[in-house]
């Protein structure tokens, strides 16, 4: 009888547990898809919908059928690759794609050299007035891009900018910036300022986060300041050099405010001088969305192409990974 009764009771315990272990594994894997719900919706909602409804369309095509011009009916029909090959042999796309390789190799390089500079200034033990500094560096990012372009747009323009005027008066010749030869580096100086303050809060809050014990070993060493940011900051924050880079980039690429506000003020600036611009312009004005959809794919894929290259080409240096 007792040994019935202790079974009895072993079984019940086992039971016991074992729903206690089952809620516990539903827990541990419901409670967190629970919680991830809201942003994975959101994702599916609006951005993997959206791509794959793109793709769709740059398989697609208008076709008219009937007599006369524009008295037949539209139809949306299978276009295979046809609007792949017509955004890779468009020569306005291939000039947009020129205009803003050049741009970026204006910018970049100026932009993270300059944020990596006044990181390394502010980290400076010599530095005074950080705090004022980094705002005052950081605050041209805060700016939206539409108007910090109309507000350097009318400076660049020669009867309302005070540069110009200050130029006539001591007799010197200001060079026109909005000409077909400057305006690219127009463009580049207005996305110049907003991009050094974002890459330089992120190369500075990497160097605060280094060991200062590091630095009081360097300087009892006798390394000087120069020194200590050439061998020892700089490779160690080069996994932010990187991933600046690589938003830099990814930024470039789709480059569209800038060179669209600026656009009405100028005669240099076409309605294709970017890819999005002509992606745009061909949806909105044109009323092409399928070939907009395919070169829209086309520049999703080149930035990824472009990303995922520089990455292996980076990641043992930057990373300490291997191949």
Do not use: C
Request: glycine share 6%; no cysteine; proline share 5%.
């Amino acid at each position: 009888m007792t040994a019935a009764s202790t079974e009895a009771r072993t079984g019940a315990e086992r039971r016991k547990t074992g729903t206690h272990r089952r809620r516990d594994l539903r827990t541990r894997v419901l409670v967190p898809y629970a919680m991830l719900a809201p942003g994975i919706l959101l994702f599916v909602a609006f951005m993997a919908a959206p791509i794959l409804y793109t793709l769709f369309l740059s398989f697609q095509k208008t076709q008219v059928s009937g007599l006369g011009l524009g008295a037949g009916a539209r139809t949306q029909v299978f276009a295979g690759v046809e609007n792949y090959v017509t955004a890779l042999t468009d020569p306005e796309f291939a000039a947009s794609v020129g205009r803003v390789l050049l741009y970026g190799l204006v910018l970049i390089p100026t932009m993270l050299g300059l944020a990596l500079l006044f990181a390394l200034l502010l980290d400076s033990k010599r530095a005074r007035a950080t705090s004022f500094s980094r705002i005052a560096i950081f605050l041209p990012y805060a700016v939206p891009a539409v108007i910090s372009s109309l507000l350097w747009g009318f400076l660049y323009l020669p009867g309302v900018s005070p540069f110009y005027f200050v130029f006539d008066a001591v007799g010197w010749d200001a060079p026109e910036i909005l000409s077909s030869q400057l305006v690219l580096f127009g463009i580049a100086n207005i996305a110049l300022w907003g991009g050094v303050g974002f890459n330089m809060v992120v190369m500075f809050t990497s160097l605060r986060a280094v060991p200062s014990e590091i630095y009081e070993a360097a300087r009892i060493d006798g390394a000087s300041e120069v020194q200590m940011a050439l061998r020892i900051k700089i490779p160690i924050i080069a996994p932010a050099l990187v991933m600046t880079s690589l938003f830099s980039m990814i930024a470039t690429l789709q480059v569209f405010a800038e060179p669209t506000t600026l656009r009405p003020l100028t005669n240099t600036l076409s309605t294709s001088w970017t890819p999005l611009m002509k992606i745009y312009r061909d949806a909105f004005t044109r009323d092409d969305i399928y070939s907009a959809a395919a070169s829209s794919i086309v520049i999703a894929l080149a930035t990824f192409v472009i990303s995922f290259v520089f990455l292996r080409i980076v990641q043992k240096r930057a990373f300490g990974q291997e191949e």
